[in-house]
């Protein structure tokens, strides 16, 4: 099975994609993550998980996780 690590990784990584087809959407004038958790106030811990979640995976290519 999977290790919690790798686990770990796989979330984040996909939490990256999301954020990065946010911005994508964000381009063209939709923001879904604003749309879809702005009303319950968890906007900006999404946006917290997207970016501690890039920066795992950028230590993850380098090496250092």
């Excluded at 796989?10 to 604003?34: F, P």
């Amino acid at each position: 099975g999977k290790t919690y690590m790798q686990t770990l990784g796989t979330i984040a990584w996909w939490l990256v994609i999301v954020g990065a087809l946010n911005w994508g959407l964000v381009a063209v004038g939709m923001n879904l993550v604003s749309m879809i958790f702005g009303s319950m106030g968890l906007e900006t811990i999404v946006y917290a998980l997207v970016g501690l979640s890039a920066v795992y995976v950028l230590l993850q290519k380098f090496k250092v996780v």
